[in-house]
Nanobody, 133 residues
Framework: QVQLVESGGGLVQPGGSLRLSCTSSVVTLKDYAVAWFRQAPGKEREGVACISTSDPDLYYIESVRGRFTISRDNANRNTVYLHMNILNPEDTAVYYC?????????????????????????WGLGTQVTVSP
């Protein structure tokens, strides 16, 4: 059973932007920390960004910090976005969203750094992002 659904991937030129969406009819995303992972051909899956159940907690890997933004839809708390700007060919990968509860502190489910896949229980099938001239 597919638990999360990603959308918004595609082909974009270097310097361009995309917005990925993650939603679910099975998991209540507002009750979980949500992370975006990516996996490029021949490389290991890496955690890119994470948002805790409370929006102020945001984490990014160094290579995307300042270019990518993770956020929750304020109206529909069951959707999480990954806004990707100034894309470059190194960002080409399949992007996955995942929901989990890596840690619990002060009544919030929070991210842990580094963002590790085994800490997330629910996954989507991924969406392809290709950055090419």
């Amino acid at each position: 059973q597919v638990q999360l659904v990603e959308s918004g991937g595609g082909l974009v030129q270097p310097g361009g932007s995309l917005r990925l969406s993650c939603t679910s009819s099975v998991v209540t995303l507002k009750d979980y920390a949500v992370a975006w992972f990516r996996q490029a051909p021949g490389k290991e899956r890496e955690g890119v960004a994470c948002i805790s159940t409370s929006d102020p907690d945001l984490y990014y890997i160094e290579s995307v910090r300042g270019r990518f933004t993770i956020s929750r839809d304020n109206a529909n708390r069951n959707t999480v976005y990954l806004h990707m700007n100034i894309l470059n060919p190194e960002d080409t990968a399949v992007y996955y969203c995942a929901a989990g509860r890596p840690s619990y502190f002060l009544n919030e489910y929070r991210c842990l750094v580094p963002i590790r896949s085994h800490e997330y229980n629910y996954w989507g099938l991924g969406t392809q992002v290709t950055v090419s001239p």
